[in-house]
């Protein structure tokens, strides 16, 4: 057969085929679209048949088993001898003879935690250990409305808030603690603790930034840690690095996708116990066009005429802080903590914050104190004003007295925290070990005369943790909580003792 015949052939075969398939029903039809298609769009005619090809060719291809092992077949002996070999790494790190020492010897009260506290071993001390500023635990007006609640309420809501959990106190107390503050809402959490660890990952995500001090406690580190987010350090604050890593971060993402950028500080620091500069964070917050989140978890309800915080103290308007955090479980004496801002803020956290979904709402009994000790710092500020007296007291008792130790809290904060000067570390040398060895034993020297105090505490070390996962640590110290139940005279004796006891331990180690 030469290329005519060959040629003659085809277009006869073709023409019978086309023939035959215009038989079918509907053919025409399938014609005509394909043409008036090809016309239109000849690359959605190269698709629909790639499309129709890939079809036939998977309802035609072979079977084939999803479940081939791919593993080697251990025996049963191999199998029981890697069971005895594993050695599981332990999720805590063992206990130091440190630690084993301090916990043989921790104090235990029992009864309430008042001014003057009762010890398991029945010696009454001066508790300068708990954060009962104002004396709230005795606080009969509060116990009664305490107990009342708990009778019209129940003991807790056993619901989160957002599915039967939310009672009327808790929406009294979102209402008082935002007219407290000044802003336009508020949002009640159950826990102190995971307030701030859960509003961060709530508006920050992966890709985003946040600038964030290197002293900021543990609770926002977690929460930094759940958002994923990509975060850049400055020292602690020091707001000219600050300005510095913030120029930095505009000028790296000014040609990248527009993120969103979040500066996370505290108003008190919980390891150093200074105070923030608010208006000069303001001032770089629009300067640089980053949004603030402001933990206020120590200055709230300690700080200003009426303890609404730094805002109050440094006269700041809080609607320029995008998020104010605050504890409802540390000065006020009650549980639970909150976030405040506008409206936004707080709608978009109770469907996005995962504390508030998924925890149980705050016990409506804390949320009645919360309340009533907001009434109390706002109707009666010389609770305020006692506690700052008595901190004077102590400072000039402790600061410029000791030849050994300095407070690094700001004058207005009732936790004091002391450390080691830099002389006494430089010339004995002295580890991070052996300052807090050092303090331990000045908080045993001074509870043996009928002073409890404790130390500033932070997380241990993760297992096999690098230099960069430590990162920064706060230094050794006293911490001393000033409260108002003690008068000047039990003030001062306090002090006395706590410098004695300093003095005592340190010429010791010589």
């Known amino acids: 057969m030469d290329l005519q015949e060959a040629q003659s052939w085809l277009v006869d075969v073709l023409n019978d085929m086309s023939v035959q398939f215009q038989k079918l029903p509907g053919s025409a039809i399938f014609l005509r679209y394909v043409k008036s298609s090809y016309q239109d769009d000849p690359v959605r005619s190269a698709v629909e048949l790639f499309l129709f090809l890939f079809a036939v060719r998977y309802l035609l291809a072979p079977k084939y088993s999803t479940q081939k092992k791919s593993y080697i077949t251990l025996s049963e002996d191999e199998i029981d001898e890697l069971v005895e070999d594993w050695a599981p790494e332990p999720l ?20 309430p935690t008042g001014p003057k506290s009762r010890l398991a071993n029945g010696r009454t001390v001066t508790n300068l250990a708990s954060y009962n500023f104002y004396n709230l635990v005795g606080n009969e007006t509060l116990k009664e409305k305490a107990i009342q609640t708990l009778r019209t309420y129940g003991v807790g809501p056993c619901g989160p808030p957002g599915f039967y959990g939310t009672q009327d106190v808790h929406m009294k107390t979102e209402a008082d603690i935002a007219a407290h503050l000044g802003t336009q809402a508020c949002i009640v959490y159950a826990q102190a603790f995971s307030t701030i660890s859960s509003v961060i990952p709530a508006f920050s995500k992966r890709g985003d930034i946040i600038v964030a001090d290197k002293a900021i406690n543990y609770a926002i580190r977690k929460g930094l840690q759940i958002s994923r987010s990509t975060v850049r350090w400055y020292e602690h604050n020091d707001l000219e690095d600050m300005q510095r890593v913030l120029e930095k971060v505009v000028k790296e993402q000014a040609k990248k996708p527009l993120t969103r950028r979040f500066i996370v500080t505290e108003g008190l620091f919980e390891s150093v116990g200074d105070m923030i500069d608010l208006p000069k964070i303001i001032e770089l917050k629009f300067r640089y066009k980053f949004r603030l989140i402001l933990d206020e978890t120590w200055s709230y309800g300690v700080l200003g005429r009426t303890g609404r915080g730094i805002t109050e103290h440094q006269n700041i308007d809080p609607s320029q802080v995008d998020m104010i955090i605050g504890s409802l479980a540390g000065p006020i004496c009650a549980g639970g903590g909150f976030c405040a801002g506008s409206e936004e803020i707080v709608v ?4 996005s914050a995962a504390a508030y979904t998924y925890s149980a709402a705050l016990p409506a009994m804390l949320a009645t104190t919360a309340s009533e000790v907001l009434v109390m710092l706002q109707t009666n500020s010389d609770i305020l004003v006692q506690v700052r007296e008595n901190i004077k007291i102590m400072w000039a008792q402790l600061d410029p007295r000791s030849d050994w130790v300095h407070c690094t809290s700001s004058v207005e904060n009732p936790i004091m925290l002391l450390v080691l000067k830099a002389d006494l570390i430089a010339s004995r040398r002295l580890t991070h070990d052996d300052q807090a060895q050092i303090l331990q034993d000045v908080v045993d020297e001074a509870l043996a005369n009928g002073v409890l105090i404790t130390r500033l505490k932070s997380m241990p070390r993760a297992i096999n ?13 006293l911490r001393v909580c000033v409260t108002m139940g003690l008068s000047r005279k039990e003030i001062e004796r306090a002090g006395i003792v706590i410098r004695h006891a300093v003095t005592k331990v340190v010429n010791r180690r010589k």
């Open 92 to 111: 805590v790190a063992p206990q130091t003879a440190f630690e084993e020492a301090e916990n043989e010897k921790r104090p235990v009260i029992v009864g």
């Open 348 to 351: 978009h956290q109770r469907i």
């Open 465 to 477: 943790a690098t230099a960069k996962d430590i990162g920064w640590e706060p230094q050794p110290a």
